[in-house]
Nanobody, 126 residues
Framework: QLQLVESGGGLVQPGGSLRLSCAAS????????VGWFRQAPGKEREGVSC????????YYTDSVKGRFSIFRDRAKNTVYLHMNSLTPLDTAVYYC???????????????????WGQGIQVTVSS
């Protein structure tokens, strides 16, 4: 069974850091575009960052540029999202998603992603 599992979420104080992991089972994540998305209460799900499968091109939404970093560990079949300088505005459920067919990943085209994790809560609060 193809599955994505997120981990690493939790409660952190403003200014703190977290590292989210997206691990795949049943398939090789290295062949997929991988995106991180988040959904805050009362808001639509938005793209945060993604990494393309072929040339490792990365994208970030403006609000996280300079603070978040996406990294693919091919040996571990895992994609990480390093989040620094967190603020309460980063509070959301974070999802990872994987797409096999497109050449590049996308932050706006969520429909291209065939596989989604169950989501993990990130809360930034003092």
């Amino acid at each position: 069974q193809l599955q994505l599992v997120e981990s690493g979420g939790g409660l952190v104080q403003p200014g703190g850091s977290l590292r989210l992991s997206c691990a795949a089972s049943g398939f090789t994540l290295n062949y997929y575009n991988v995106g991180w998305f988040r959904q805050a209460p009362g808001k639509e799900r938005e793209g945060v960052s993604c990494v393309s499968r072929s040339v490792n091109t990365t994208y970030y939404t403006d609000s996280v540029k300079g603070r978040f970093s996406i990294f693919r560990d091919r040996a571990k079949n895992t994609v990480y999202l390093h989040m620094n300088s967190l603020t309460p505005l980063d509070t959301a459920v974070y999802y990872c998603a994987a797409d096999f067919h497109e050449w590049y990943c996308s932050l706006s085209g969520q429909s291209i992603y065939e596989h989604w994790g169950q989501g993990i809560q990130v809360t930034v609060s003092s």
